[in-house]
C-alpha cells in the first residue's frame, strides 16, 4: 500500500521560498504511468493543483504559478519535493501531495489514486 508523508516548515516569510518533501513508501515514483503531485487548499477555497513530476523525470505545472513553482526529484530516497518562490499570505494553505495514475496526461485521462495527509503552510512575518 503506497503511502505519502509531506514535511517541510510550517511558517514561512513573504518573499521566501516554500520548500516542501514528500517522502513516498510502498511504490517507486519511477513507475511506468504515475505522476507525482502537489495541491494545496487555501483556507476557505477549494483544492489547486500546483504542479507533478512523472515517472520519467519531466515535470508539468499550472500555468497560474508556473512562474514561481519548481517540482523535482530524488529517485536515491523516493521523494519528490516542491518549491514556490516569493511567497505572499495568499500562499498559505494546506499542502498535500499525491500519486496520480494516467493512461493519458496530455488529454487528462488520469485519476488520484492517494495522498498524503496534508501539511499547514502558513506566510506571515
Known amino acids: 500500500q503506497v503511502q505519502l508523508q509531506e514535511s517541510g516548515p510550517g511558517l514561512v516569510k513573504p518573499s521566501q521560498t516554500l520548500s516542501l518533501i514528500c517522502s513516498v513508501s510502498?511504490?517507486?515514483?519511477?513507475?511506468?504511468?504515475?505522476?507525482w503531485s502537489w495541491i494545496r487548499q487555501p483556507p476557505g477555497k477549494g483544492l489547486e493543483w500546483m504542479g507533478a513530476i512523472a515517472w520519467s523525470g519531466s515535470a508539468d505545472y499550472s500555468p497560474s504559478l508556473k512562474s514561481r513553482t519548481s517540482v523535482s526529484r530524488d529517485t536515491s530516497k523516493n521523494q519528490f519535493t516542491l518549491q514556490l518562490s516569493s511567497v505572499t499570505p495568499e500562499d498559505t494553505a494546506v499542502y498535500y501531495c499525491?500519486?496520480?495514475?494516467?493512461?493519458?496526461w496530455g488529454l487528462g485521462m488520469y485519476e488520484y489514486d492517494s495522498w498524503g495527509q496534508g501539511t499547514q503552510v502558513t506566510v506571515s512575518s
Open positions: 499525491a500519486r496520480v495514475r494516467t493512461t493519458n
Open positions: 510502498g511504490a517507486s515514483i519511477t513507475t511506468n504511468s504515475y505522476y
